[in-house]
């Protein structure tokens, strides 16, 4: 099975709006962590957000947060008020921290924001 | 350096050469990560160093692959007798304990003729 599923190969969102990116994790490790990550044409990998398994809370970082349903293991990304500078793929990453030392990444979602 | 640097930013070599592929990681950091990115896709895990300990290996495709490390320095990552199908984004991570998130290199860009 997937250790990191995302199922929109491609997502489109009007500018100033919000769009949510889904992302399904396995495990049978209950102490994880999920990650979001940027990645523009350019290439480089930009950290957005981390979300632990313990979090009472779900995570927030400026126009990024973390929609986080342990019980369906899921993790999805939020962002709101898009800008035309979101547009890249999106990646979402899980690190099982007893259970080696990988971390595992879905396909990516890529985003494109229209103006 | 502030953040993880990787050299050469592009490689184009030969079918059945070797290349070697080096990443710095940011200063401190003990934990550091090798990923193959091929076009269109997602992140492919090679190799895992943290610290002193032994390397976690298990992503490496094949024995033409291998990775050095000494201490919490610079990496090397070898190609030995490349191929086609190993033309591929070489991205490099760093992070403080392992535990937390990694920072990314702007990867090497490989392309075997």
Known sequence: AQKITQTQPGMFVQEKEAVTLDCTYD??????????????????????????????????????????????????????????????????????????NQFYFGTGTSLTVIP | GAGVSQSPSNKVTEKGKDVELRCDPISGHTALYWYRQRLGQGLEFLIYFQGNSAPDKSGLPSDRFSAE??????????????????????????????????????GTRLLVL
């Open chain 1, 27 to 100: 495990t049978s490790d209950p102490s994880y962590g999920l990650f979001w990550y940027k990645q523009p044409s350019s290439g480089e990998m930009i950290f957005l957000i981390y979300q632990g398994s313990y979090d009472q809370q779900n995570a927030t970082e400026g126009r990024y947060s973390l929609n986080f349903q342990k019980a369906r293991k899921s993790a999805n990304l939020v962002i709101s008020a898009s800008q035309l500078g979101d547009s890249a793929m999106y990646f979402c990453a899980m690190r099982e921290w007893n259970t080696g």
């Open chain 2, 69 to 106: 490390r000494t201490g919490e320095s610079v990496s090397t990552l070898t190609i030995q007798r490349t191929q086609q199908e190993d033309s591929a984004v070489y991205l490099c991570a760093s992070s403080s304990r392992g535990r937390e998130t990694q920072y990314f290199g702007p």
